[in-house]
């Protein structure tokens, strides 16, 4: 499968703070996601990280609180802005690439204090 | 609005025996049904998928049995081992924008 790098793999944050995790691919992907996980709980879809242009969002999630880039094929990066507690959860990064499918990167739990 | 309903919540077999969990969908846009199984502190890693064009895969020990008149897919698990304690997503894409939508996840435990 596709090799995911994501960092960081945790951390705790103050609130009201920023976070940007980065998810670096090891081949060029199609396709890159943003998904919330919270503990014991099934996956939630942020966002499509689309190439060069305006993330896709799903319903429920805003721009303005969780930022997404994607500069080239291999790279994303994900802000989690103005953090409240709610916001602890893990967050994953997944890549669609032609010869391997979806694949999931390992995840960065965030803890808001 | 759940698009993916899976069951049970949670599973506990014995050694040997044979795990199964369902799941139900509405949406008949959906072309792909991956198996997802997640350990603790792990993203989610692909087990088997299938498509609407057959109505069951296996690979090794694990089966998927599709339904597509009733909409319904299933992960058999046979002569389970402790080793296949964890939770598993059922999941579906819909051809026309290519996310993936989660079931809500089914935690195994094998007794040793």
């Known amino acids: 499968s596709a090799v995911i790098s994501q960092k960081p793999s945790r951390d705790i944050c103050q609130r009201g703070t920023s976070l940007t995790i980065q998810c670096q691919v090891d081949?060029?992907?199609?396709?890159m996601f943003w998904y919330r996980q919270q503990p014991g709980q099934s996956l939630t879809l942020i966002a499509t990280a689309n190439q060069g242009s305006e993330a896709t969002y799903e319903s429920g999630f805003v721009i303005d609180k969780f930022p997404i880039s994607r500069p080239n094929l291999t790279f994303s990066t994900l802000t989690v802005s103005n953090m409240s507690p709610e916001d602890s959860s893990i967050y994953l990064c997944s890549v669609l690439s032609l010869n391997y499918g979806y694949t999931f990167g390992s995840g960065t739990r965030l803890t808001v204090v | 609005q759940q698009q993916v309903k899976q069951s049970p919540q949670s599973l506990i077999v014995q050694k040997g025996g044979i795990s199964i969990i369902n799941c139900a969908y509405e949406n008949t846009a959906f072309d792909y049904f991956p198996w997802y199984q997640q350990f603790p502190g792990k993203g989610p890693a692909l087990l088997i998928a299938i498509r609407p064009d057959v109505s069951e895969k296996k690979e090794g020990r694990f089966t998927i049995s599709f339904n597509k008149s009733a909409k319904q897919f299933s992960l058999h698990i046979m002569d389970s081992q402790p080793g296949d304690s964890a939770t598993y997503f059922c999941a579906a894409r819909a051809n026309r924008d290519d996310k993936i939508i989660f079931g809500k996840g089914t935690r195994l435990h094998i007794l040793p």
């Open positions: 081949s060029q992907v199609t396709m």
